[in-house]
């Protein structure tokens, strides 16, 4: 006895089938994508001309095994802590452009300053004038001398995320509540575009 399948039936099973096929199509293959790890480098604060700066730095570590002469866009942004309660912001964005990588590269954001270094045991007085203290240092204020939030790296072809790395939870969550500040601040002029060649460790 033939069997068939109701017209309905039959045209929702092939609507299914195009759209799997579409998306399949759309959606790029894992094995085009480059690994991606992220080891932070610097993380804490360094004197520079007698202030103290907040300093992070990060190891990107890419190997692809995609055709040759396929080309990646690398995008670093550095998380800020936001004041009294507001959301992180985007202190700095670094990119850079790589073909078949196959090695690791050294990003450092910008310093942040964050004050005087007082570790002399010279203080200065509300008249101005400077007093010696006592050589001890006093406790780091975490939302003062650690400013930073964390980083996200993520790497592009043609537009698309193929991989992408966030520090800690807190900044994927930041990430999922808004993805559209990393694809501004990708574009704004201040973003900073660095030759992979001079960022290459090895």
């Given at each position: 006895?033939?069997?068939?399948?109701?017209?309905?039936?039959?045209?929702?099973?092939?609507?299914?089938?195009?759209?799997l096929?579409?998306?399949?199509?759309?959606?790029?293959?894992?094995?085009?994508?480059?690994?991606?790890?992220?080891?932070?480098?610097?993380?804490?604060?360094?004197?520079?001309?007698?202030?103290?700066?907040?300093?992070?730095?990060?190891?990107?570590?890419?190997?692809?095994?995609?055709?040759?002469g396929?080309?990646?866009?690398?995008?670093?942004?550095?998380?800020?802590?936001?004041?009294?309660?507001?959301?992180?912001?985007?202190?700095d964005?670094?990119?850079?452009?790589?073909?078949?990588?196959?090695g690791?590269?050294?990003?450092?954001a910008?310093?942040?300053?964050?004050?005087?270094?007082?570790?002399?045991?010279?203080?200065?007085?509300?008249?101005?004038?400077?007093?010696?203290?006592?050589?001890?240092?006093?406790?780091?204020?975490?939302?003062?001398?650690?400013?930073?939030?964390g980083?996200?790296?993520?790497?592009?072809?043609?537009?698309?995320?193929?991989?992408?790395?966030?520090?800690?939870?807190?900044?994927?969550?930041?990430?999922?509540?808004?993805?559209?500040?990393?694809?501004?601040?990708?574009?704004?002029?201040?973003?900073?575009?660095?030759?992979?060649?001079?960022?290459?460790?090895?």
């Open positions: 006895m033939a069997s068939f399948i109701p017209a309905r039936l039959s045209v929702a099973i092939l609507a299914g089938v195009l759209l096929s579409a998306q399949l199509e759309a959606a790029p293959l894992a094995s085009h994508a480059p690994t991606l790890s992220v080891h932070e480098t610097n993380y804490g604060t360094a004197i520079h001309d007698g202030r103290k700066e907040s300093i992070e730095g990060l190891e990107i570590h890419l190997v692809s095994y995609s055709t040759p396929t080309n990646y866009e690398v995008q670093c942004f550095f998380l800020k802590k936001g004041k009294g309660g507001h959301p992180a912001t985007i202190d964005t670094l990119i850079f452009e790589v073909t078949n990588p196959h690791s590269y050294g990003v450092l910008k310093p942040i300053k964050i004050g005087k270094d007082n570790s002399s045991g010279v203080q200065s007085s509300k008249s101005g004038k400077s007093s010696k203290g006592s050589k001890s240092q006093t406790s780091p204020n975490p939302s003062v001398d650690f400013p930073r939030e980083y996200v790296v993520r790497v592009l072809s043609d537009g698309v995320v193929l991989r992408q790395r966030c520090s800690t939870h807190r900044v994927e969550e930041f990430v999922k509540e808004n993805a559209d500040l990393l694809d501004q601040a990708a574009v704004k002029k201040s973003a900073r575009h660095l030759q992979a060649s001079d960022l290459l460790k090895r």
